[in-house]
Nanobody, 125 residues
């Protein structure tokens, strides 16, 4: 099970850190993805990593603003989001893929099999 937390309402230019905590699986042994779905839009993969030590991928729209990290002791991964914009408003999801999958020059949606329930992030003044 994956559970996201840390969402909420933030003003443009503000920051939030999303957490994704796992139970029943060790995130060190999975590929990780972060996705978002804005109202009326398709789900978008914004980050992926095939496993620890692999090169992370960020979609251009979040590159240099969003940063992935992990705390293995807490079995939790994070997405630190800075300089948030109204276009970042969406429901954000974390997901896992088999280690070594999920990411190859971009997010491979079909590789992700386990999903969190999603959490709302709203960027508005």
């Amino acid at each position: 099970q994956l559970v996201e937390s840390g969402g909420g309402l933030v003003r443009p230019g503000g920051s939030l850190t999303l957490s994704c905590t796992a139970s029943g699986l060790d995130l060190r042994y999975y590929g990780i993805g972060w996705f978002r779905q804005a109202p009326g839009k398709e789900r978008e993969g914004i980050f992926c990593i095939r496993g620890p030590g692999h090169t992370p991928y960020y979609v251009d729209s979040v590159k240099e603003r969003f940063t992935f990290s992990r705390d293995n002791a807490k079995n939790t991964v994070y997405l630190q989001m800075t300089n948030l914009k109204p276009d970042d408003t969406a429901v954000y999801f974390c997901a896992t893929a088999d280690v070594g999958y999920g990411c190859s020059g971009g997010v491979i949606d079909a590789d992700f099999r386990r999903w969190g329930q999603g959490i709302q992030v709203t960027v508005s003044s």
